[in-house]
């Protein structure tokens, strides 16, 4: 079993498109940081898992395959860096309908089921408190969050001001 890094994608992976959603990947754009972030962590065997909400299939705003259009044209940017993720999580699902969205832990233990994790050794990088309440709920006792303009009332371990600021963090602690 190996540990794994969890990442929220808008706001996190991305750059967060605000109160909207990312509906086509022209609009899809890497955070700073993120890419070198990805490479260290794979380069030092962490398994690197996407756990995401994207409702905006669930409302009919785009449909699985631009979701999946939009997941491959990212994978295929982080693979020439060497930074692609291992897993690809997606709860469409629109809120009260299903049992994957956050803060329930199921993206994660699907993960772990599926890559063979060790969730006691793992890691969750969010910018919201669905995001590090899921980790909670999960048993991943390490978590990063990245401020938004969201209140917090789930405390991370360590706070940043943005996804730049994570590789140093990461240099200091795995």
Known sequence: MRPAFFFDRDGVVNRSPGAGYVL??????????????????????????????????????????????????????????SAAFDGLYACTHLSGTCICRKPSPEMILQAAQE???????????????????????????????IRSDKPITVEANHTLDSVAELPLLLRTLV
């Open 115 to 145: 890559h063979d994790l060790d969730l006691s050794r793992s890691w969750l990088v969010g910018d919201h408190d669905r995001d590090i309440q899921m980790a909670i709920n999960a048993g991943v006792p390490q978590t990063i969050r």
């Open 24 to 81: 086509r990947h022209q609009d899809f754009h890497l955070s700073e940081g993120i890419i070198e972030s990805l490479a260290f962590l794979k380069a030092r065997g962490y398994a690197l898992i996407l756990v995401t909400s994207q409702q905006g299939v669930g409302k009919g705003l785009m449909s699985q395959a631009t979701l999946d259009d939009i997941h491959a044209t990212m994978q295929s940017e982080l693979a020439e860096h």
